[in-house]
Every structure is written in structure tokens, then in C-alpha cells.
């Protein structure tokens, strides 16, 4: 079945920097890439997506590049905020035959200091 | 707020005591998953339903978990003779399927927190 690796485990920058997220999954039929946030107390929220015949998606200070090749995808985060402390997991499917059931990350606590 | 509510948000039960719990999806959706979440990792598929029918089951699930989603609306799972590696959050997502769409949203509920002493 698919793997995904997800680094680091704990992320802490300054208001103001960027954050990166790194995945790698094992299933190169896998074609659907969902990133969650998770704030305490609450279920994983979908924040992007990307499916893989795209290398790059933007959504304002949030941005999701893939490459096939390697199979590894990233999260960036630009012009980080104190509300965008939460926890991070990315995601893999295949959704090919009606199925989207994703295999997640162990995921990233994200630390911005005011 | 998703729209997705589970019921109850925690639950403490003594080892080998049967407890349930259930989700109300998003009203139009047609898809409902079980997930389990321990402290440190991912949410893992546990079952998803279409409807009132259960598609896939994953072999986490063992026979002490069952599922139903009778009527295609509200869903209920099941835990018999808890143990205490039981003990995890469990979340429900729902999500509107749509044939041939490249993807497939699922929001999530707050989840149902469970220890099992």
C-alpha cells in the first residue's frame, strides 16, 4: 500500500518567514495530493490540493509544488502568521475507480512566534 | 465549523465495555468516512460508506468495530469489548462524490476523543 513520509515533525519560525513541508509517498499511482490543517480541538480542514499532471498550485500565502519524478510534494507557507499555527498533514490518493481514500502523513506542528 | 458533527466529543469507558458513536454528515453529502487519529500521526482509514452501502473496510477494522449508515444520513460505529489500544480520536468526513471527478473534498468532524482505561 502507499507510504508517506512527511518532514519535519516540528516546524517553529518567526511571524513573518516562510515555512516549507516536505512529503514523500511510495505509490507512484497515486495522483491526488490534499494538504489538512489541524487545529487543536478540531477535525483536519482541507486547505490545497494538487493532482499530478499539475507541478505547481498557488492560493495566496499558501502554495503546493509536485514532482512526479521523485515522488515528493511540498507545502510553502509565505509571510507566515501566529493563526497559521497548527498542525500540517499532506496526503496521498489514487483516484482512479470512484475510490479517494488518502494515506496521510504523521504530520508537522507548525510554531509561529509573534 | 464543517457542518459535520459527531456525538459525543469525549468518551471514557472501562476495558471490555461496548461504546458507540455517531456522525451527522453534511445533509446533501452521499459519502461518509471513519477515520482513527492516535496522538502523533495521520488520521487512518477505518470504512467509508456511499450512501446507506459500505464500500471498503480497512483490515484495522477488526470484528470488534462495525458501521452502519442505515438510512444514508447519520452513521453510527461501534466498538465491542474495548481494549485499551482502542483508545484514539475517532473522525468522520463526508463528502459529495461525483462520478469521474479527479477529486473528492472531505470535510471533517471534531471528532470523538475515546479512552479506554
Known amino acids: 500500500g502507499e507510504n508517506v513520509e512527511q518532514h519535519p515533525s516540528t516546524l517553529s519560525v518567526q511571524e513573518g518567514d516562510s515555512a516549507v513541508i516536505k512529503c514523500t509517498y511510495s505509490?507512484?499511482?497515486?495522483?491526488?495530493f490534499p494538504w489538512y490543517k489541524q487545529e487543536l480541538g478540531k477535525g483536519p480542514q482541507l486547505i490545497i490540493d494538487?493532482?499530478?499532471?499539475?507541478g505547481e498550485k498557488k492560493d495566496q500565502r499558501i502554495a503546493v509544488t509536485l514532482n512526479k519524478t521523485a515522488k515528493h510534494f511540498s507545502l510553502h507557507i509565505t509571510e507566515t502568521q501566529p493563526e497559521d499555527s497548527a498542525v500540517y498533514f499532506c496526503?496521498?490518493?489514487?483516484?482512479?475507480?470512484?475510490?479517494?481514500?488518502?494515506?496521510f502523513g504523521r504530520g508537522t506542528s507548525l510554531i509561529v512566534h509573534p | 465549523d464543517t457542518g459535520v458533527s459527531q456525538d459525543p466529543r469525549h468518551k471514557i469507558t472501562k476495558r471490555g465495555q461496548n461504546v458507540t458513536f455517531r456522525c451527522d454528515p453534511i445533509?446533501?453529502?452521499?459519502?461518509l468516512y471513519w477515520y482513527r487519529q492516535t496522538l502523533g500521526q495521520g488520521p487512518e482509514f477505518l470504512t467509508y460508506?456511499?450512501?446507506?452501502?459500505?464500500?471498503?473496510k480497512s483490515r484495522l477494522l477488526s470484528d470488534r468495530f462495525s458501521a452502519e449508515r442505515p438510512k444514508g444520513s447519520f452513521s453510527t460505529l461501534e466498538i465491542q469489548r474495548t481494549e485499551q489500544g482502542d483508545s484514539a480520536m475517532y473522525l468522520c468526513?463526508?463528502?459529495?462524490?461525483?462520478?469521474?471527478?479527479?477529486?473528492?473534498?472531505?470535510?471533517f468532524g471534531p471528532g470523538t476523543r475515546l479512552l479506554v482505561l
Open positions: 460508506f456511499q450512501n446507506e452501502a459500505q464500500l471498503e
Open positions: 505509490d507512484s499511482a497515486s495522483n491526488y
Open positions: 496526503a496521498a490518493s489514487i483516484t482512479t475507480g470512484g475510490s479517494y481514500i488518502p494515506t
Open positions: 445533509s446533501e453529502h452521499n459519502r
Open positions: 494538487i493532482r499530478s499532471n499539475v
Open positions: 468526513a463526508s463528502s459529495a462524490f461525483e462520478e469521474g471527478a479527479y477529486q473528492e473534498t472531505q470535510y
